[in-house]
């Protein structure tokens, strides 16, 4: 079974940093792309980050580019999002996912955990 747990969260002041992590257990997150959402109240969920399997690359939504890094341990099988200069615009649940090799889907969820970024 796959489960992935989110930690990281908090509040924080414009202008401040945090770093969320996702560990997986029941899938290598080398071996799959791994994606950040985020969603904000009253809003539809967005896509954030996202690794891909294999190797380094990386995608950013133009919202967080310059201010976000995505990465990856490989030997604790955790997928971090380092996020600087945070704005209020950034508030919201953050969820990391990993997305099925074969049907492309995100198909496995961590819980969430709440960013609130303060102006």
């Known amino acids: 079974q796959v489960q992935l747990v989110e930690s990281g969260g908090g509040l924080v002041q414009a202008g401040g940093s945090l770093r969320l992590s996702c560990t997986a257990s029941g899938r290598t997150v080398s071996s799959y792309d791994m994606g950040w959402f985020r969603q904000a109240p009253g809003k539809d969920r967005e896509i954030v980050a996202v690794?891909?399997?294999?190797?380094?690359?990386?995608w950013y939504a133009d919202s967080v580019k310059g201010r976000f890094t995505i990465s990856r341990d490989n030997a604790k099988n955790t997928v971090y999002l380092q996020m600087g200069s945070l704005k209020p615009e950034d508030t919201g649940v953050y969820y990391c996912?990993?997305?099925?090799?074969?049907?492309?889907?995100?198909?496995?969820w961590g819980q969430g955990t709440q960013v609130t970024v303060s102006s």
């Open positions: 690794i891909f399997r294999g190797g380094s690359m990386t």
């Open positions: 996912a990993t997305r099925n090799i074969w049907t492309r889907d995100y198909d496995y």
